[in-house]
Antibody, heavy 119, light 107 residues
């Protein structure tokens, strides 16, 4: 069974840092592009970042460019999102999601991890 | 960025109804469109990609159509488990963008 499990969320002060992890199982992780998508409380879905299968290519939403870094460790079947200079508007549930064919849609999604940026 | 606009933002329907949700792109995106279903407190689930291709395991009462700028998601016979929020997403270009969502509620 394909499974994605996020971790690393929590409460952080504005300007702080956090690293999210997404542990993958049930498929050949190193063959797939991966994404992060976030959802502020009560709001819609917003794409955050994408990484290709070997980690050599990444893309970011303008709102996080220069502050967030996506990476992966294919030996550990794990996706990461390093988040620096966090702002209140970064408060959201962060989902990792697999990209089935490098086509930039998402299936499946993890259960999400909540990041709260507040003093 | 390509803006995706869904209509309506919410709707009330009864079990057995036919429901149609519209998604409009601010510029042409060919058929690079996906639809997702999200239930409260849960992660989104892929329903349709390439505008009209049903994801494996998704009931056939769901269907998608359209190309260019105008797309529709249709639920042919609404079931109790279909009450949820639905999102469209374009993958024609970065940044990938979603519609604001359509909440399907029980009448």
């Amino acid at each position: 069974e394909v499974q994605l499990v996020e971790s690393g969320g929590g409460l952080v002060q504005p300007g702080g840092s956090l690293r999210l992890s997404c542990a993958a199982s049930g498929f050949t992780f190193s063959s797939y592009w991966m994404h992060w998508v976030r959802q502020a409380p009560g709001k819609g879905l917003v794409w955050v970042s994408r990484i290709n299968s070997d980690g050599s290519s990444t893309s970011y939403a303008d709102s996080v460019k220069g502050r967030f870094t996506i990476s992966r460790d294919n030996a550990k079947n794990t996706l990461y999102l390093q988040m620096n200079s966090l702002r209140a508007e970064d408060t959201a549930v962060y989902y990792c999601a697999r990209d089935p064919f490098g086509g930039n849609w998402f299936d499946p999604w993890g259960q999400g991890t909540l990041v709260t940026v507040s003093s | 960025a390509i803006r995706m606009t869904q209509s309506p933002s919410s709707l009330s329907a009864s079990t057995g109804d036919r429901v149609t949700i519209t998604c409009r792109a601010s510029q042409g995106i060919s058929s690079y469109l996906a639809w997702y279903q999200q239930k409260p407190g849960k992660a989104p689930k892929l329903l349709i990609y390439a505008a009209s291709t049903l994801q494996s395991g998704v009931p056939s009462r769901f269907s998608g159509s359209g190309s260019g700028t105008d797309f529709t998601l249709t639920i042919s016979c609404l079931q109790s488990e279909d009450f949820a929020t639905y999102y469209c997403q374009q993958y024609y270009s970065y940044p990938l963008t979603f519609g604001q969502g359509t909440k399907v509620e029980i009448k």
